[in-house]
């Protein structure tokens, strides 16, 4: 990966203030994001960063979700949590299963 020490310091002063404007704003973070990733592709800010799955899952990925966990509510989290439990536990069997079961079929 090649990525340039001023690239970085850019990203990270982009996310920097997208942090203190999302704020602000009482918006999500990941929405800010959003938007100043579209900001800077309309004004061509060319960043040399080859995006893999290892690059997403491991550095991009696990912030967001940590952010996401502390903002929300304990109240929210109590009235969602069947429903991501059930989601997490029978979703994940039967999305499984049926995976398995058209793999195979599909492949004899």
């Known amino acids: 990966m090649t990525l340039r020490l001023s690239q970085l310091g850019l990203l ?3 996310s920097a203030l ?3 404007l999302t704020r602000r704003l009482h918006m999500p973070y990941t929405m800010g994001l ?3 990733g579209m900001g800077l592709y309309f004004l061509h800010v060319q960043i040399q960063l080859q995006l ?3 690059l997403i899952f491991s550095v ?3 912030p967001l979700v940590f952010e996401a966990a502390l903002c ?3 109240r929210e989290f109590q009235e969602d949590l069947p ?3 059930l989601l997490a536990t029978v979703g994940v069997v039967l999305a499984a299963a049926v995976t398995a079961g058209g793999m195979h079929y599909a492949l004899d």
Do not use: C, G, K, T
């Open 12 to 14: 990270l002063f982009v």
């Open 18 to 20: 997208v942090a203190i």
């Open 34 to 36: 959003v938007l100043a």
């Open 52 to 54: 893999s799955r290892d």
């Open 60 to 62: 991009f990925l696990p």
């Open 72 to 74: 929300i509510s304990w």
């Open 83 to 85: 429903v991501v439990a």
